[in-house]
């Protein structure tokens, strides 16, 4: 069984030498790759002098950097990770182990935080994650508890079948997604998170980047759930169209007559709103289900993780 370690980097001169360091001690058999996303400082060096293989991919954002690592690196088990030296590296063989020994195709790192360095996960992105998490759980499934840890380990058919569409920090959600879509076999081991080290800057821009999540959460949902995403709208602008043409149908049959016709038109509009939605419901939903069941074949195309068979 071979073992990647693929840690994507930008800009993390400070501390990639100790994060390679730390992973090749954990994983001696693993080879570390390290692909530099545009760096401005010798974040490429001190990875190769670390002992890593130094890739580059100039499309910048972590999910591009992500896409990149799957496509290029062969493997049977996969370790991703971030550069900053905020994961523990030691519970590595444990996240391999889970892969191989469970027959698992992620198994997600979650995040705790020690009281003494509780700087490393503010309240703010504490919040954000439950509240991001939440949402998911709600449209999706409640299968996670921390969506956007970075600290993942990989079947080599999970690696090889997922799509990966995102170009930034929203590539958590789409590996949790994908994950909870195909309704594969996963699991979580809790992982301590550490602060960075002084000299590293965290990337993360909290506004910005929790709007680009929770628009790929809602580009997801329709992908993933289009009868529900077309459905509500279709019963929202039904009900308002019955509601203000019934009254106005009454009035006809009694008097003959439509005495407020601007409403008849907006009744009209809605009620024509509503069947589009429905019809739009539908046929995205036969296109989801086709496309789910192509992703699902092109899964079971690839041999699953077994350590027997190594």
């Excluded at 905020?86 to 997600?108: F, S």
């Excluded at 602060?195 to 980047?209: C, Y």
Aim: aromatic share 10%; net charge negative.
């Amino acid at each position: 069984m071979t073992t990647a370690v693929l840690i994507p980097c930008f800009n993390e001169e400070a501390t990639i030498a100790k994060v390679v360091a730390d992973f090749v001690a954990a994983l001696p058999d693993a080879t570390v790759y390290v692909y530099d996303n545009n760096s401005s400082d010798r974040t490429s060096a001190v990875a190769a002098d670390a002992g890593a293989v130094v890739r580059f991919e100039s499309l910048p954002g972590k999910g591009n950097v992500v896409r990149r690592m799957f496509a290029d690196v062969e493997a049977d088990v996969y370790v991703l990770v971030d550069g900053d030296d905020t994961y523990d590296a030691a519970r590595a063989p444990e996240l391999v182990d889970r892969v191989l020994d469970q027959q698992l195709d992620m198994v997600v790192g979650t995040r705790v935080a020690a009281p003494e360095v509780a700087a490393a996960y503010p309240p703010g992105h504490r919040f954000g994650n439950a509240m991001f998490t939440t949402a998911v759980a709600q449209l999706f499934g409640d299968r996670f508890t921390d969506v956007f840890s970075g600290y993942r380990a990989f079947s080599r058919r999970f690696v090889k079948s997922f799509p990966g569409l995102s170009a930034g920090f929203e590539i958590e959600t789409e590996l949790t997604v994908h994950a909870i879509e195909l309704r594969l076999p996963t699991a979580e081991i809790e992982t301590a998170y550490g602060e960075r080290p002084e000299g590293s800057v965290s990337k993360l821009r909290t506004i910005h980047d929790g709007v680009r999540i929770l628009s790929v959460i809602g580009l997801l949902y329709k992908e993933v759930r289009p009868s529900v995403f077309f459905g509500v709208p279709f019963l929202t602008c039904l009900v308002l169209s019955l509601g203000l043409g019934v009254p106005l149908f009454f009035t006809f049959f009694e008097t003959g007559q439509v005495p407020r016709f601007p409403t008849a038109i907006a009744a009209s509009g809605l009620m024509v709103l509503s069947w589009l939605f429905l019809v739009a419901g539908l046929v995205l939903d036969s296109v989801a289900r086709g496309r789910l069941e192509v992703k699902r074949m092109a899964y079971l195309a690839l041999v699953g993780p077994n350590r027997d068979q190594a």
